[in-house]
């Protein structure tokens, strides 16, 4: 492919815009970082690289490089060859899986609304164009491609930040045949923002899947499920926002419906599935007044289209809504007691049983999406994690602590395999190396999820939260007091009146921590599971499968300790793969073309490390391997190392780099490793080794076609025979006999024989009539060999 029709997207503007790779600028200072991003923003160039790292800026416009004409382009070719683009980065994630059969991952990151979301749509778009297979995979490959929009209608919502963010966080792996073909996969969920299931600040929605129900649904569906405008429902109308620039609710409502159905999902439980939808926001509008310091439900009426879209009894569920059930130990017996509750309690039941539903439902669609590409056993992967960014709104709650903290634990996994085991390599190697300075933000993980001496954040939280469980009382203020206890002093954590501030790697953050235990505590009554498990519908029972009967001791579960120990085996399960990094920028708040906000920019640059990332990788080494991996790849340069190099690794590596003439200062011999400096010096030796496999492919090639056109002859031959046979007037008067060849009797004549050699073969042999020049006649035995 021609560098003209290589760089297509790029002929229209002749001049450079700025630097391809960040590791070339001539000065490394946030302000040339950011005024280089910034020349390529304005100039429609959204990528950047810094070595392998690929720096997004998010345009807020469709650019017109996702065609697949660009897929084409990148497909095998080397990363220096076209522009910065995320194709070329999944396209040498996929290929480094195959060729050093190890797993990948591909790390996005960055601030809500900073494109993470679209980012992972096209690397799993690009993965599914360029791999083969047939009907079973292109099965797999639909799943892959429409479980986007279907966890998006479930997951995704309208912030002040972002029209399409997503709530939860989602690690997908797709997995692969030997030979390169997506046949299975595997999601994984965590953090779904349950609250906003019942309330949303202003100017935002809920998840999309309401407004798309109440705007997209049959007129049989808004009968059957009493459906009516956004504004009817408490759980929509607190934000007083329900339509969203560039959405259009009722097309993506029947993308839903039709990822739902290449899921595999039947239409009798997608209709369940809508159905519960729709109780759910019932249910919100049931409200609660005051009788006695006791809630009754204000309007019994609106029980009962919740009641029976959910399949449970109307009296039941006030029943439940308005009381609970609670064990009570006197004199070492202990006993049931129904407990009536008032009308803050009982809001909260009905919010606690709503997003007890909503999670439930989450859960299954992920399990369904699972289910349809599960595969026996896993070859090779590639995973993509998609996580909502860093937040720092006006109120911060514990929403926007747990998401902060997953994202510290991400960027900690950035440092540590980037800034940190980089130059602990080069120090077990030997490797020549000047040290760079750098933020660890380890200090700010341990802040808040230390175990012991001293406690981090997490710990105290489920302290206080285990005081509550066990005694029913506590607040928030207590959690307060404990924290400046046991975490006062740390250089990253103050305190103020209502809550405190952890100095996060991307800022200051005020949490408030009213809501903080309740939220944590994360219970779903007793009550409301056995309410549930007496639903009519076995899709509902389904989904509240406890066993309620069996004693649990020690400590409820925390969705603080969930989420602990989720982003910590998320940050187990990343450290297996080869990582990959894209890390996303948004240019504005304004969510417009061509806006630059020069201070925000900048604030992300210095807190994403990236000039760090830089320094590290400009001292640094491009590309390291193993001796016996670099000569299983290389091998075949020279002819002393192929088939077999049997001697030293180490020795067989520097024999090769000195054959193909690499110079001294590209490349340095560490333990036991080669380190190569340029991605350049790289390049060359992959250039050579397709020349090599191009020769041998020209010299298959070669016999092969000498080998057809042989074959080809010979047909030929044969017909060409078959056009004469039995049109010869010899061959119609000629005896029809068979041939021996030794018309002499050989054998049966030694006085014969003796003329042969001892290893001739003897082909025809007959008695002749020869004449001489004088015409006499001499009857000879004629032979031939």
Known sequence: MGSKERFHWQSHNVKQSGVDDMVLLPQITEDAIVGNLRKRFMDDYI?????????????????????????????????????????????????NMLIDCENQCVIISGESG??????????????????????????????ILQSNPLLEAFGNAKTVRNNNSSRFGKYFEIQFSRGGEPD?????????????????????????IYYQLLEGASQEQRQNLGLMTPDYYYYLNQSDTYKVDGTNDRSDFSETLSAMQVIGIPPNVQQLVLQLVAGILHLGNISFCEDGNYAQVESVD??????????????????????????SRWGGRSESIDVTLNVEQATYTRDALAKGLYSRLFDFLVEAINRAMQ????????????????????????????????????????????????????????IRWTPIQYFNNKIVCDLIENKLSPPGIMSVLDDVCATMHATG???????????QVAVGTHEHFNSWSAGFVIHHYAGKVSYDVSGFCERNRDVLFSDLIELMQTSEQAFLRMLFPEKLDVDKKGRPSTAGSKIKKQANDLVTTLKKCTPHYIR????????????????????????????????VRRAGFAYRRQFAKFLQRYAILTPQTWPQWRGDERQGVQHLLHAVNMEQDQYQMGCTKVFVKNPESL????????????????????????HVAIRKYEEMREEASNILLNKKERRRNSINRNFVGDYLGLEERPELRQFLGKRERVDFADSVTKYDRRFKVRHYPSRGT
């Open 584 to 615: 996303c920028i948004k240019p504005n708040e304004t969510k417009r073309p061509c806006d630059w906000e020069e201070s925000r920019v900048k604030h992300q640059v210095e807190y994403l490390g990236l000039k760090e990332n830089i320094r």
């Open 302 to 327: 609106l029980l009962a289209f919740p009641a029976y879209l959910l399949g449970i009894h109307s009296g039941r569920l006030q029943e439940k809504l308005t009381s609970r059930k609670m064990d």
């Open 47 to 95: 990528f950047t690289y810094i070595g392998s790292v690929l720096i997004s800026v998010n345009p807020f416009k469709q650019m017109p490089y996702f065609t697949d004409r660009e897929i084409d382009l990148y497909q095998g070719a080397a990363q220096y060859e076209n522009p910065p683009h995320i194709y070329a980065l999944t396209d040498n994630m996929y290929r």
């Open 184 to 208: 299975g996969g595997k999601i994984s969920n965590f953090l779904l923002e349950k609250s906003r299931v019942v309330t949303q600040n202003e100017n935002e929605r809920n998840f999309h």
């Open 683 to 706: 390049f060359l030796l992959e250039e050579m080794r397709e020349r090599k496999f191009d020769g041998f492919a020209r010299t298959i090639q070669k016999a092969w076609r000498r």
């Open 114 to 143: 900073a494109g993470k979301t679209v980012a992972a749509k096209y690397i799993m778009g690009y993965i599914s164009k360029v791999s083969g297979g047939g009907e079973k995979v292109q099965h797999v490959k639909d799943i």
């Open 375 to 430: 595969k026996p056993q896993e070859e090779y992967s590639i995973g993509v994690l998609d996580i909502y960014g860093f937040e720092i709104f006006q109120k911060n709650g514990f929403e926007q602590f747990c998401i902060n903290f997953v994202n510290e634990k991400l960027q900690q996994i950035f440092i540590e395999l980037t800034l940190k085991a980089e130059q602990e390599e080069y120090v077990q190697e030997g």
């Open 473 to 483: 009382g506590g607040a928030d203020q207590t959690l307060l007091q404990k924290l």
